[in-house]
């Protein structure tokens, strides 16, 4: 649990510091998602949550 609690508050910091450092790299990323298909949505989210795993996989192996 303590892990759990650990990786969201990273995301957290993370999305901090990048509205921190580049406030309108965001609005243009969401203008960009909102152009996409639900299809295209889908497999990004797939293929991040597949990097992911492997990433904590490798890491905590």
Known sequence: MTD???ALALVLVIEGL???LVPDMPRRLY???SEMRPE???VAGV???AIG??????LRG
Do not use: E
Request: glycine share 0%; no cysteine.
């Open 47 to 49: 293929t991040a949550a």
């Open 40 to 42: 295209q949505l889908r």
């Open 18 to 20: 990048v509205l921190a």
């Open 31 to 33: 203008a960009l998602l």
């Open 4 to 6: 759990l609690l650990t």
């Open 53 to 58: 795993v492997l990433f904590v996989w490798l």
